[in-house]
């Protein structure tokens, strides 16, 4: 357990558990085997390259996609048994959210509010709004809004209803530094509050910055699960490392090392 | 600013059914009204062909025996069935479909069945405020007066109409899922359904065209119209008519749902 965990208390309960999962499209395996554990209170970040099988994983337990095999429970529910109570206790954050282009910001915020149980008024959601720094564009269309604004608003809705385990699909792609800190600390503001969050990302400086575990996952399978420190203490001496090393050893050097250095597309 | 994105941790309870069906039927009338092109299919459309109908043709009848305010008042209501359909509801699905809108609310626990009910029901709504707005407007401009009876039977045809106009776009939008595409094939379609009925109806193109006519859905409505509209005389085309309506329905989706995706990858 990290410094960072023990301090926001996390818990050995497992939220979110994962078993044997099996994700196939056809003739392709999008994930093979895959099983892990989240944590409440915990953050916990999924990497691998591109195509290595993020979404998937994350598609299964959304209940997106249907799994080939394995299990997916969220706070003790089976997604296959009880999918709609399951989504119920999850907040996701798609990789590219969309809403309908014809609604205005406060509609949608009073959509899913509505989808999700929670009851607001005009007022309420005015001030759910106005959290994110969004009071001025009520009556704007989502579209319409910048990229960090776009993605303040759909972490809101994401954790509108207060699920015990947020979802997000590479929650920080495509934002400015500026708003790439803010959401970090919008991510650790969540977990201090007692939520759980799984995240996928590209970025080894944002796993290091906000993630207690990580795991390295491609071609389907989870090659390795540890704390940033650990995978690199871990992994330290691998010769598919130290090759590609370029001085002290990073996160970045032992995913590369893993994963290889051939560009996915 | 204080940040309202927070994470309780208590897990939330499956919300009712109610007030998941009571927000997505809003969201979907609000996108429906504020869409210039559903209005302009759904009430311009029809109304300008009532107009042109006058003006043009004198109320000279394409389905034997079926001509003056009846006929004019069919074929407007046929149009904007057929247009709201084929063009509007197709390609709305299949833009949403396209930008994430679905997967985004497949996400929530709203059942797969409310989300596309209640987009069916606001254009089956939509239907029938069209119907009597036409019914009215063409009234008025052919000075022609309905009994209750003939009314009422007027709207249930077109109630049976929009379903079936509906279940062909859905499965338009369940065989293709490029919404580009379906554009382009609900166009195509809507022209050829709209000659092969009206020209075939009206015995221009000879009676083995006019047989074929009978039963397309065109061709099924307008005969369906001409009987509701002289009950006395209602006979073997009327009922083809219904019989062929009935089927498109079942036919369409069937279709629609064993195919229909929710992403358009």
Known sequence: ?265 | MTDSTAIATPGSARPAIGLIFGSLLRADFTVLFRSSRTLLLNVALPIFILVLIDTRTGNKGGAAGFSGAGFAIGLALTYGLMSSSLIGYSLSVARDREAGVFQRLRVTPAPTWAIMTSRLLVQIVLDLLMTVIVVIVGTIIHNQNFTVGELLLLVCASIAGGAMFLAIAQALVGLVRSASVVNAVGRVLYVILLLLGLLGSSGLLGITVKDISDWTPVGAMINVYAGVLDLAHWGSTATTGLIAMAAYIVIGAFIGIRWFRWDSR
């Open chain 1, 1 to 265: 357990m990290t410094e960072k965990s023990k301090q926001a208390g996390v818990g050995a309960t497992p939220i979110l558990d994962v078993r044997d999962l099996v994700v196939r499209y056809g003739q392709r395996t999008a994930v093979d085997n895959v099983s892990l554990e989240i944590r409440r209170g915990e953050i916990f970040g999924l990497l691998g390259p591109n195509g290595a099988g993020k979404t998937s994983t994350l598609s299964a337990i959304e209940g997106l996609v249907k799994p080939s095999g394995g299990t997916v429970s969220v706070d003790g529910i089976d997604i296959q048994r009880d999918p709609l109570a399951a989504k119920a206790r999850l907040g996701v954050q798609l990789q590219a959210s969309s809403f309908q282009s014809e609604l205005a910001i406060e509609q949608i915020v009073r959509l899913y509010a509505g989808l999700y149980g929670v009851s607001m008024t005009k007022q309420q959601i005015a001030d759910r709004i106005r959290t994110i720094g969004l009071d001025g564009e009520l009556g704007k269309r989502f579209k319409s809004l910048s990229g960090g604004q776009q993605q303040r608003l759909s972490l809101l809705i994401a954790v509108i209803h207060e699920p015990v385990l947020l979802l997000l699909d590479e929650p920080t792609a495509g934002l400015d530094p500026q708003s790439r800190r803010q959401l970090w600390d919008r991510i650790e503001n969540l977990r201090t509050a007692g939520g759980s969050i799984l995240l996928t990302t590209h970025s080894m400086e944002e796993a290091e910055a906000v993630c207690d575990r990580v795991a390295i996952i491609d071609h389907g399978k989870l090659l390795t699960v540890d704390t940033p420190a650990g995978l690199i203490a871990q992994h330290r001496n691998d010769p598919r490392v130290t090759k590609v090393a370029r001085g002290k050893i990073t996160l970045e050097d032992v995913f590369i090392g893993l994963t290889g250095s051939e560009i996915r597309d």
